[in-house]
């Protein structure tokens, strides 16, 4: 009895050793530590190698070497702050190659090249807003050229050169540089307004593909749900995405008719309103020849001619028109292009809401309550 007690001993003797040994172990290879600096500041992290000059430290999101002439000195922490240490890491550097579950890693390489469009896309959007300001300043100034080049072309119509040539001149003179002025805002106008073309489809990219990616991140999580790590991560990549739709301003509009069959009325350049059929799969804004003709859009039907296909695979006649504005509610777009249809047999069609005015925005539609929800940029 004696002995078999002994045993046990030397076996809980033994066990205590190896514990102890493994402790020393991981203290001395990769043991959490605090570096205190002589400038005074600190840095967490786990020293990894030491020389008589220098000591390097990772500090999760990478690794610094310090002088050890710099150095005042270094704390050791315990095996549980250890772990808080790399919970941290885990949370804040999640995308850290060490930290990315292999089966991730295509994921993860698809969301920072989001971030990077994001990034692109908030400078576009400012740019945007910088060359629309300037687009109103000159559409406001040629109206004021316009309305005194109409006064000017009046007193030309009635002057007689022979009672006074020289203010015949003078009035000359101006007409023709009203007319030069106007020239000039309208090339500027636009160059900006190509300008802004450019940068919406840039912003139009960036909210499709965060589209694209919020829908592969909800199939990640149906496919993940049983994997720790993956669901860890996954969480993580969700939280940034809805930092991301916070960029967006949430507009409600009601529409009317079925999901399949979307009915939504709309304003366009503060004149004419109509009734738009919602159309993801148009390419371009649609309206009848009878709304461009009430838009006062006079067009020769030989004119800007191309055939376009419909949503349900006809091939009509059309004409491509800029569409000044267009409303739905308090949400605008600007400079829309457009196609105005040109047959007969669906005259009582008023128009499409296409994709030239939806790319701008993140489209949800609540059936139930008749509700169609866009999501608008506006970081």
Known sequence: MKNKINHMRIKIYAFLYLQMLSAVFFYDCAFADLVLLKNGQNIEGIVEDESSETCTVNIGSGKVILQKIDIYKIEKYSF?????????????????????PQSLKSMIESFEKLEDLRSEAIKNKKNKDLAKNEIDKYEKEITELNDDLTEASQKLSIFRPEDNMNDYNVLVKKFNSLQAKIKFRENKKDVLVKSTQILDKNIANYINELIFFSRRLEQEYVFKKHETDELYLLEKVQNAINKMKDDFTTHTVSFTGSSSNIMVNVLINDLVRANFVLDTGAS??????????????????????????????????????????????RIEGKDIEAAVLDYEENSDLEGLLGMSFLKQFMINIDAKNGKLIIEEFTP
């Open 80 to 100: 549980r702050d250890q772990s808080k240490l790399r919970e941290k890491w885990k949370s804040e550097h999640f995308r850290q190659p060490e930290y990315i």
């Open 284 to 329: 371009l804004v649609v309206i009848s020849r009878d709304i461009a003709n009430k838009l006062g859009i006079g067009i020769r039907r030989e004119e800007s001619s191309i055939f376009i296909t419909l949503a349900d695979g006809r091939k009509v006649n059309a004409n491509i028109v800029t569409i000044k504005s267009l409303r739905i509610g």
